[in-house]
């Protein structure tokens, strides 16, 4: 099974987070992506750092639900 759809699946879904994103500012300032420095420098770090792709997904949902009910304007 070729990994090609889920890699484009996952770039897309990226891509309309930072254009909803873009599109309203404050999101940005009420769910910063993670960021945690652990990540490069443990092996095992605990507590575990934040999944990106489950701050993604929420953002995608959020984004989603504010667009449906009208309160994003384009």
Request: aromatic fraction near 4%; charge should be negative.
């Amino acid at each position: 099974m070729s990994k090609v759809p889920l890699v484009w699946e996952w770039t897309t879904s990226v891509a309309q987070v930072i254009i909803l994103v873009a599109a309203d500012r404050s999101r940005t300032n009420t769910r910063p992506p993670p960021s945690d420095p652990r990540a490069l420098t443990e092996s095992e770090p605990d507590p575990p750092v934040r999944d990106c792709a489950a701050w993604v997904a929420e953002v995608l949902e959020e984004l989603r639900a504010l667009l449906l009910s009208g309160g994003l304007a384009a």
